[in-house]
């Protein structure tokens, strides 16, 4: 096969270093991010003239924060998939480039929980009234993670997954995590921690869970015109791929997730094969998340996840399919509880080999960032990235 | 219990609109409605004017017989021990609800289920599980 040519190149990431931001607002983590971002790529906020966000921006889309910027900008698209949203704001800036919409597209993300307090996976989260399910599900205890944990549950009745395999994704987490100083949680972990760590919702427990952290991070992408005249190794984009999956009017099937079709669009477009992939960054909102994608990615034969993570699997330097390297949203950051931005944040840094050399993957020319968003047990989204160095 | 705190909130409009006031209503006599395609013959949920499988708005309520398994469940030890799940009723669609007035340790995908109803605060009656076994 030969490999599709990026038309557009994440030539700058930031990832904020604060996780609990109680001196800082969510504008200004927009704005030290952005400015993180520029700065890495070489350019500055006159530079942008396409911004990138998601709907959980303060105030109406990208009104309050585009503004606080200050920036004049000739592209502008809110588009919102919860924690998965990054990937897909990459795929869309790759395709307005393409179109001539724009060069310099600038994704932000910025938010506060820990300071505010907030319990992400255990609350009632907002709701449109008019929303058509929620008179169906809010009686019944419709929190993110019952939601993660029944797919766990029906995961582990089909294919005989066990919580010691959910646990490897957390102690493979915890490897890495241990040499990233920023990191909120260092301690490496073992899976007899994870496993008798209290049940939050059966069978997950509070070690299956990510953290709650503040936080931010940014991504600049450009056109190869201006990627040519900066500084900075390029990583281009090669394939993307994105859907939503709902509950099918009642024909349940909770055995796959949204990324199952999102990767094979985006491997399609990028015309490689999956064992060419050097590093994977997965969004661990919880461990079933990352297990559910290995599958749908097709790194293992679905069902098989359970065996695939186990033993050290996804342990850079140790396993086959090193994952998370940063520690992930497991140990390392969730900010404003999208890890989407980090997902491809260290991504990046494989890349380029500015990884922490503890965890770097040698030779690592080709990545990929898969996300998933929302309620894995019900309506989520599925968004994938194929990321290739170009010398 | 845990799952009524949860539509205080909800003015009852939410659940008297236009498009679902029937299952409400019969929800509070202690039916289960459902809705069936009469232009594709398959049922589905939650309930709509326009069936989600073909687009057809021909479709009708027809009262489930109220049993079937359990797809999938958990516990929220977190929160007062409420146990969503998916029930798939025999009519062959899954709905999100809660099995009720159960040790959880008794319950396993596949256990056979029956509706009953509870009233929440609103005054809103919801279709939840028990096991049969124990009926
Ligand atoms: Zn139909």
Redesign the interface.
């Known amino acids: 096969m030969s490999r599709r040519k990026a038309r557009a190149y994440i030539m700058g990431a930031y990832e904020h270093p604060t996780r609990l931001a109680t001196d800082k607002t969510i504008a200004q983590l927009h704005m030290e991010s952005a400015l993180g971002a520029l700065a890495d790529a070489g350019l500055s906020l006159l530079d942008v003239d396409g911004f990138f966000c998601g709907n959980d921006m303060p105030g109406i889309g990208a009104f309050a924060i585009v503004d606080y910027l200050n920036l004049k900008l000739r592209h502008i698209d809110v588009t919102d998939t919860g924690g998965s949203s990054y990937m897909i704001h990459v795929a869309h800036a790759v395709e307005a480039i393409q179109a001539g919409k724009c060069s310099v597209a600038l994704i932000t993300l910025g938010g506060r929980p820990r300071a505010e307090g907030a319990n992400t996976g255990t609350m009632v989260r907002p709701y449109h009234h008019a929303q058509p399910e929620i008179p169906f599900e809010l009686p019944y205890g419709n929190m993110i993670v019952g939601s993660y944990a029944m797919c766990a549950k029906r995961h582990m009745y089909e294919f005989g997954t066990t919580s010691e395999q959910l646990a490897w994704v957390k102690v493979a987490a915890s490897h890495h995590a241990q040499h990233n100083e920023r990191a909120l949680l260092r301690d490496v972990v073992t899976v007899e921690e994870v496993v008798n760590s209290p049940l939050v919702a059966d069978p997950l427990h509070r070690l299956d869970c990510c953290v709650i952290t503040d936080g931010g991070g940014a991504l600049i992408v450009t056109s190869p015109e201006v990627a040519a005249r900066l500084n900075r190794p390029k990583v281009g984009v090669i394939g993307m791929g994105e859907t939503i999956k709902g509950q099918n009017g009642g024909k349940v099937d909770l055995s796959f997730s949204a990324v199952a079709k999102a990767a094979r669009t985006a491997f399609e477009e990028a015309a490689i094969d999956r064992q060419d992939i050097k590093y994977v960054s997965l969004y661990d909102s919880f461990t079933i998340t990352v297990l559910m994608q290995i599958e749908d990615l097709g790194f293992c034969e679905k069902g098989q996840g359970g065996r695939f993570v186990a033993d050290g699997n996804l342990i850079s330097g140790v396993g086959r399919l090193p994952f998370n390297t940063d520690g992930g949203g497991l140990c390392n950051n969730h900010p404003n509880n999208r890890g989407g931005m980090t997902k491809i944040i260290e991504a990046v840094r494989q890349l380029r080999g500015e990884a922490h050399p503890a965890v770097q993957v040698k030779n690592c020319d080709l990545a990929l960032a898969s996300g998933i968003g929302g309620w894995l047990g019900a309506r989520h989204a599925g968004s994938v990235v194929i990321l290739e160095r170009e010398a | 219990m845990?799952?009524?705190t949860?539509?205080e909130q909800?003015?009852p409009?939410?659940?008297g609109n236009a498009?679902?006031a029937t299952f409400?209503n019969a929800a509070k006599e202690g039916r289960l409605l459902i809705k069936h395609c009469t232009a594709c013959d398959?049922?589905?949920?939650?309930p709509?004017t326009h069936?989600?499988?073909c687009g057809s708005g021909e479709t009708e309520w027809v009262e489930s017989r109220g049993e079937g398994s359990i797809?999938?469940?958990?516990?929220?030890?977190?929160?007062g021990g409420?146990i969503?799940?998916?029930v798939?009723l025999d009519e062959?669609?899954?709905?999100?609800?809660?099995i009720v007035d159960c040790d959880?340790d008794d319950l396993a995908?596949?256990k056979r289920v029956r509706v009953r109803f509870?009233e929440?605060r609103n005054g809103?009656s919801?279709p939840?599980f028990v096991l049969s076994e124990q009926v």
């Open positions: 845990a799952g009524e949860n539509t909800l003015d409009q939410t659940f498009e679902t409400w398959e049922h589905h949920w939650y709509r069936c989600p499988h797809y999938t469940f958990t516990v929220l030890r977190r929160n409420q969503p799940c998916y798939t062959g669609i899954s709905i999100f609800t809660n959880p995908i596949g509870r929440e809103t919801v939840v």
